[in-house]
């Protein structure tokens, strides 16, 4: 018999500190020094409870900086990535598995998602993946 994993809601606080545990030990294994990237997540129409700036918008950020990477609650300016949307329209993408062929081909029918336009390291597709199993 398989232990399912515990979930928890996602953009929570809970939810926050497993995405930085997964992306402190992702960093450290796949991280490149003199290589850096920033995504922040802003989620609106969210309900209470959430990380973030105020009650119905969740929010969270990270940065990577070579083999190091910091993690936190709202909004940041500039990010590499920095997509917005409604909670609800989210919820179900970060509960999916996503594989390398569904990435393939959905690549260029996705819409902009904000940012700079550099792309993320590709070792961020197992965060998700990560953070999927554990999101309710």
Not at 1 to 9: G, H, L, N, V, W
Not at 46 to 62: M, R
Not at 97 to 107: A, G, L, N, Y
Not at 115 to 126: D, N, Q, R, V
């Amino acid at each position: 018999m398989t232990q399912e994993a515990k979930k928890f809601p996602f953009a929570s606080h809970e939810w926050l500190e497993v995405a930085r545990s997964v992306l402190e030990e992702l960093v450290a294994e796949h991280g490149e020094e003199g290589k850096k990237f920033s995504a922040c997540e802003v989620f609106t129409d969210a309900p209470e409870g959430l990380v973030g700036p105020d009650p119905t918008t969740a929010a969270w950020h990270f940065v990577i900086d070579g083999k190091a990477v910091t993690v936190g609650e709202g909004e940041i300016d500039n990010a590499d990535l920095a997509p917005r949307a409604s909670y609800s329209q989210v919820l179900m993408i970060a509960k999916m598995v996503i594989t390398p062929e569904m990435v393939k081909q959905f690549e260029g029918a996705m819409p902009q998602a904000g940012g700079s336009g550099k792309a993320p390291p590709t070792y961020l597709l197992e965060l998700h993946n990560r953070l999927a199993v554990v999101t309710q």
